[in-house]
């Protein structure tokens, strides 16, 4: 894999997609997943840079794109353009024009699905033009816009879990500003440790009591905030933990064992401390939390089954889906920025 090329699903990037170059404004990846012909239903994951976008085009029996990856866009010809996250699926029939590709500021990675391959030519036509590229990536971005606080929190969060130190100082000194308390953005790294690991997170703290003392030094604005205020519960922390699991993402949660030799025993622990111990932290609220969760799985490679959950979890709590697509476009965007 080229240096520069950014890596944002599990799957890999492949090689550049030279065979389909003349069909494409900007670099596009090919990679093959599947080999087994007789299958009769060839797989290929495709990766397009910032910007980049495959022609006008149709298929003769058809298409299936998953997203996997980045922040991407699909439009078929006279109709809006749509915006694709990770666990999209766009269907598109037989012989309808279209084209897909990358946002501006986003890497973006889709599983290419071919069905009935001996009879499915491609028709490839004009290229889409820097104006029609431009309102569909534009009609896109016309979100509610983040309120300061919450692109602060998007970035301590992103800036965690990627440990970008200058970038994650930056946010807590923007959060800062903007009215975070100090204890607010401590608990988005204690959370993170969850979801990027013990040294991420404390590296973090770190980092923020570094800001901490640097602004207290020269007299700017840190406000503490509440503490943890204990909350008296009748159940163990797994009781309460398995609760919260059901409140948050809707589904009841079965049982689990802590014995060493299970696999469960990771799962287990999440659901005790994280959803147990963590939720029941009244520092933030759970929107705020499944907020921020979003924003460190969207810059994170590998999390895309953890991040369809969460973003399931997130709108359960009262973030809207418009809020989180402007939420994951300017995480990537700010991290990409830094890369």
């Given at each position: ?198 040294p991420r997170a404390l590296n973090a703290l770190n980092a923020i ?131």
């Amino acid at each position: 894999m080229e240096k520069n090329v950014k890596q944002v699903s599990p799957f890999p990037v492949g090689e550049k997609n030279e065979a389909y170059a003349r069909y494409f404004t900007g670099q596009s990846y090919l990679a093959p997943l599947t080999t087994n012909a007789a299958l009769n239903c060839p797989v290929s994951n495709v990766t397009f840079e910032p910007g980049c976008r495959n022609n006008w085009h149709s298929h003769t029996q058809g298409q299936i794109l998953i997203v996997v990856g980045g922040v991407g866009c699909y439009q078929e010809k006279d109709r809006p353009a749509r915006r694709l996250l990770p666990g999209d699926v766009v269907e598109i029939a037989p012989n309808v024009v279209h084209w897909h590709g990358a946002t501006p500021d986003s890497w973006f990675t889709h599983l290419s699905i071919t069905p009935n391959p001996q009879q499915n030519l491609s028709t490839w036509l004009s290229p889409v033009t820097d104006e029609e590229y431009t309102a569909a990536t534009a009609c896109n971005q016309s979100f509610a816009p983040l309120s300061e606080k919450q692109e602060a929190m998007a970035l301590i969060a992103a800036s965690t879990a990627l440990v970008d130190i200058p970038c994650l100082k930056m946010a807590v000194n923007a959060g800062l500003d903007a009215g975070l308390t100090l204890n607010e953005i401590r608990e988005i790294a204690v959370q993170l440790y969850a979801y990027c690991g013990f040294p991420r997170a404390l590296n973090a703290l770190n980092a923020i009591a570094e800001v901490a003392g640097e602004r207290a030094a020269t007299g700017r604005q840190v406000l503490p905030g509440k503490t943890c205020t204990a909350i008296p519960v009748a159940k163990s922390s797994y009781e309460l933990g398995s609760a919260n699991q059901h409140a948050l993402f809707g589904i009841a949660q079965g049982p689990l064992t802590r014995d060493a030799s299970s696999e469960q025993i990771i799962h287990y622990y999440l659901r005790a401390h994280l959803f147990g111990d963590i939720f029941a932290r009244d520092v933030l609220d759970w929107k705020t939390r499944e907020f921020v969760t979003v924003a460190a799985l969207s810059v994170m490679s590998g999390c895309e089954a953890q991040l369809h959950s969460h973003l399931g979890a997130a709108e359960r709590q009262g973030n809207s889906r418009e809020e989180l697509e402007a939420l994951m476009a300017f995480a990537q965007s700010r991290m990409n920025m830094n890369l």
